[in-house]
T-cell receptor, first 116, second 109 residues
């Protein structure tokens, strides 16, 4: 398994501001992803974080709104830019461990953002 | 389009057995995962099926029929701590994970 530290765990933000979420993994991973989970909903993939290059974004998500960095194999950041109340959600970092046989995802504890 | 269907909510009694169904329509199939998510926590991996049949892991079992596009998660000897949401996810032909909306399981004493 992989232990994923994600911070902040929660924050209350003002409209128009930006917030950066950090994700640190304690072991080697092959892939890192950022998900969003709105209250009572399932998981929506925002992007795949690529080491040393631009992230791969899913339909409906763009780099200007959700810039992502991944400077090394075990660390990534997601920034939620120019926030609006619609961005209130839980943001989850997830990884596929290098030791995984099945390709299952491990998740961080999530960052719960409330935008006022 | 790609689609995964699960019941929104189920209720069961402590000590009983419950079966949570998942049907899927995806572009290709490269495995099906079940995750458990307690309220306010991150999802945790429960099981993986890629071939037809039953995979048993303690009190939890997962079944897959690829021809029917169908899976179920079977929970035996239910405990109060099993109250959680259960998410079904399918890996499609591009190895992308398609997530169901999850089934909220409520366990009553």
């Amino acid at each position: 398994s992989a232990v994923i530290s994600q911070k902040p765990s929660r924050d209350i933000c003002q409209r128009g501001t930006s917030l950066t979420i950090q994700c640190q993994v304690d072991s080697q991973v092959t892939m890192m992803f950022w998900y969003r989970q709105q209250p009572g909903q399932s998981l929506t993939l925002i992007a795949t974080a690529n080491q040393g290059s631009e992230a791969t974004y899913e339909s409906g998500f763009v780099i200007d709104k959700f810039p992502i960095s991944r400077p090394n194999l075990t660390f990534s950041t997601l920034t939620v830019s120019n926030m609006s109340p619609e961005d209130s959600s839980i943001y989850l970092c997830s990884v596929i461990s290098a030791q995984s046989r099945l390709g299952e995802l491990f998740f961080g504890e999530g960052s719960r953002l409330t935008v006022l | 389009g790609q689609n995964i269907d699960q019941p929104t909510e189920m209720t069961a009694t402590e000590g009983a057995i419950v079966q949570i169904n998942c049907t899927y329509q995806t572009s290709g199939f490269n495995g099906l995962f079940w995750y458990q998510q307690h309220a306010g926590e991150a999802p945790t991996f429960l099981s993986y099926n890629v071939l037809d049949g039953l995979e048993e892991k303690g009190r939890f079992s997962s079944f897959l029929s690829r021809s029917k596009g169908y899976s179920y998660l079977l929970l035996k000897e239910l405990q109060m701590k099993d109250s959680a949401s259960y998410l079904c996810a399918v890996k499609d032909s591009n190895y992308q994970l398609i997530w169901g909306a999850g089934t909220k399981l409520i366990i009553k004493p």
